[in-house]
């Protein structure tokens, strides 16, 4: 069934794409050229440089995408990229500076975990976006080196959900656990006990009541951040509905109308 609502979704978004932007997307959803799929007045240098310096080659074409989850971020927060100081997440604003793309190196071997998207300021947000990723099911693995954190993050309830969901992978259909747990492990790396809000950022479709995966998947990411609580990094799920809705008053963000006409389409 996800992989149903996975395809009608993609459907969903291609149309939103075409109805919210001047040039057209082909009918698998596809636009000729990644700006093309942006909202226009980006600070694009500013945003290409981010995302080059990413691991998700999101240039290398998936940028393209109408259900890119990475246009997506860039879309919602793109505005902001030069001056965040009015930027509200989850409450939080008065933000320094911001970039896509964002390394928080654990220390190990390999690619370090990549944010979406890191505003820092006194209260410091990190963001992992979601559009139909989380539509199929992706059990947690880890690698033994992790087990070398244990000296410095084996204290955190973030570390005791690696031996958990090694021994249950699939605890989770929807939410990729093991994805947030490196997310955690690498914030906790790079800002120590400073506290950090870990956004899990997320699209469902505007009839999101009528696809149980999408109460699903809620749950499991609510149950996550339960168990990580008491963390200095704490996770906090929010839709991306949930963020316009917060966005709406006072003074709504210009480009709040456009992300509703592109983003809020029913499956």
């Known amino acids: 069934m996800s992989h149903?609502?996975?395809?009608?979704?993609?459907?969903?978004?291609?149309?939103?794409?075409r109805q919210a932007c001047i040039a057209p997307c082909d009918h698998t959803g596809y636009f000729s050229s990644f700006d093309q799929n942006l909202i226009d007045g980006l600070?694009?240098?500013s945003i290409v440089g981010d995302l080059a310096s990413g691991a998700g080659k999101e240039l290398d074409g998936k940028l393209c995408a109408a259900h890119s989850s990475a246009a997506l971020v860039v879309n919602t927060f793109?505005?902001?990229?030069?001056?965040?100081r009015m930027l509200r997440i989850g409450g939080v604003t008065g933000?320094?500076?911001?970039?896509?793309?964002?390394?928080?190196?654990t220390g190990l071997g390999g690619t370090p975990p990549?944010?979406?998207?890191?505003?820092?300021g006194d209260s410091p947000v990190a963001i992992e976006s979601k559009c139909t990723e989380?539509?199929?099911?992706?059990?947690?693995?880890?690698?033994?080196?992790?087990?070398?954190?244990?000296?410095?993050?084996?204290?955190?309830?973030?570390?005791a959900q690696i031996e958990q969901l090694r021994m249950n992978p699939t605890r989770y259909q929807y939410v990729d656990a093991a994805q947030l747990v490196k997310h955690a492990l690498?914030?906790?790396s790079c800002f120590g006990e400073r506290t950090v809000r870990l956004i899990y950022l997320y699209w469902e479709p505007r009839n999101r009541a009528d696809w149980p995966e999408c109460r699903t998947h809620r749950e499991e990411s609510e149950d996550l951040a339960s168990r990580a609580a008491g963390s200095s990094i704490s996770l906090i799920p929010m839709s991306y509905h949930d963020l316009w809705a917060e966005w709406d008053r006072p003074n709504?963000?210009?480009?709040?109308?456009?992300?509703r006409l592109r983003y809020d389409r029913e499956v």
């Open 134 to 159: 989380w539509m199929e099911p992706k059990p947690a693995q880890f690698s033994a080196s992790y087990d070398r954190l244990r000296a410095t993050h084996g204290h955190s309830p973030w570390f």
């Open 252 to 259: 709504p963000p210009a480009h709040l109308a456009l992300l």
């Open 43 to 45: 600070p694009l240098e």
């Open 114 to 120: 990549h944010l979406d998207l890191l505003a820092y």
């Open 186 to 188: 690498g914030l906790m």
């Open 4 to 17: 149903e609502l996975r395809q009608l979704s993609y459907a969903a978004l291609a149309a939103g794409a």
């Open 95 to 105: 933000f320094e500076t911001m970039r896509f793309e964002a390394r928080c190196p």
């Open 78 to 84: 793109g505005p902001w990229r030069r001056d965040p």
